[in-house]
Nanobody, 113 residues
């Protein structure tokens, strides 16, 4: 069992920054990677970024150069640093254990003009 709890969402103006955190607990040794996903109203959930156990990262084209995913060495927290936020980044952001059925409850990010 793996538990994932997101935090750090909120309301920010366009051009601003937020840092999301995903607290990871439980059987972390089974985790191959953690991904951040987002779902905007009326849209499908989409991948934002992933980080693998070996440290490799992957980003959606829409966030490259603006978002950074990183983690602590113990895999207790995975972060998503979001800079130069745009209104189209507004969504509920979720973390997910890659390849496994564990999801967090989500945290709302709202970017205003």
């Amino acid at each position: 069992q793996v538990q994932l709890v997101e935090s750090g969402g909120g309301l920010v103006q366009a051009g601003g920054s937020l840092r999301l955190s995903c607290a990871v607990s439980g059987s972390t040794f089974v985790i191959n990677g953690i991904g951040w996903y987002r779902q905007a109203p009326g849209k499908q959930r989409e991948l934002v970024a992933t980080i693998r156990r070996g440290g490799s990262t992957n980003y959606a084209d829409s966030v490259k150069g603006r978002f950074t995913i990183f983690r602590d060495n113990a895999w207790t927290t995975v972060y998503l640093q979001m800079n130069n936020l745009k209104t189209e980044d507004t969504a509920v952001y979720y973390c997910h254990a890659v390849g496994q059925g564990y999801w967090g409850q989500g945290t709302q990010v709202t970017v205003s003009l």
